[in-house]
């Protein structure tokens, strides 16, 4: 089977997975696949110096922001500079010009203000859950896309397709619960205010949101690991994969002890990852921007 063919399967398989156990397949993807790919890929990317021209600071910059997002004071006045602080700190450390990283730092304590006002909840959705959402959906997708617009083939456009469909499936098509329903009861007992946030008048917790949330995390996991032949992040010595498996047997213990301890030892890691990648991530929406393959051809006179 090629590696077209996998993807679309996949991420089909994914869907359903999604659709039919939307807690199980969120949790379980975040809880297991999700620190093997934050550890192999900080490692592949260590490897090609994120992508940045001083990968030492950008190192030091990436944990700073990680620090103040993890250590930060529950005082909603403080808000807009806690956003402010964050947003300018990543745009410098990006390497953006000076214009560009006061606007993002204008924006940034915009929306810290505006959150001070609605709530901690709005915080926390657009400084871990929004970034963490765009990371997994909206970057696998022009990663995908910049593939196509290198080959120009129309089978590798088939997997955008399918990514496509299988998200306005969480629109159009119901999503049922077909577990025992322990990982909500969990929940219920440890975030409360998080599902809170989740909730739909009438009918708890969001399931089409949930199931969505479980098939992106899914699928970005599972392509990862799809994609071990063609990035080659395996290829490493054999003392950083002692290390890195051995990490990530810490981080299964911890979800072995209780969802919030392996929540909170696996949250470093994965915001980390997201943060170090940015790079990339910018690199290559420049790179989709700049090709011929999204803009319109105009007639010839």
Request: proline share 5%; charged share 10%; with cysteine.
């Amino acid at each position: 089977m090629s590696q077209t063919h996998l993807n679309v399967l996949a991420i089909f398989l994914c869907a359903v997975l999604a659709h039919v156990l939307p807690a199980t397949t969120w949790l379980g993807a975040y809880a297991v696949l999700g620190p093997a790919h934050y550890l192999t890929e900080i490692s592949w990317l260590h490897d090609r110096k994120y992508f940045v021209s001083r990968p030492r600071l950008w190192i030091i910059t990436a944990l700073a922001v990680l620090m103040i997002m993890l250590v930060r004071p529950n005082q909603p006045e403080a808000d807009g500079v806690f956003c402010a602080l964050l947003g300018g700190l990543v745009a410098a450390g990006l390497g953006m010009s000076m214009v560009v990283t006061v606007l993002v730092t204008a924006f940034s304590a915009g929306i810290g203000m505006a959150g001070a006002k609605l709530g901690w909840g709005f915080v926390l959705a657009v400084v871990v859950l929004v970034p963490t959402l765009i990371h997994v959906f909206a970057f696998t997708t022009m990663f995908m896309l910049a593939g196509a617009s290198r080959t120009r083939q129309t089978k590798d456009c088939l997997p955008l397709a399918a990514l496509g469909l299988a998200a306005a499936s969480f629109l159009l098509l119901p999503t049922v619960d077909l577990g025992d329903g322990s990982f909500l009861k969990t929940a219920e007992k440890s975030f409360p205010r998080l599902l809170e946030l989740l909730s739909v008048p009438g009918h708890g917790v969001a399931l089409r949101l949930v199931g969505f949330l479980g098939f992106a995390y899914a699928y970005h996991y599972v392509n990862w690991f799809l994609k071990t032949g063609l990035l080659g992040w395996h290829r490493v010595s054999s003392t950083r994969l002692v290390l890195l498996a051995s990490a990530w047997a810490v981080v299964m213990f911890a979800y072995a002890q209780s969802i919030v301890v392996g929540l909170l030892v696996s949250l470093p890691l994965s915001l980390g990852h997201v943060l170090l990648e940015l790079p990339l991530n910018m690199r290559t929406v420049r790179g989709l921007c700049s090709t011929s393959f999204l803009r319109p051809r105009l007639p010839m006179a």
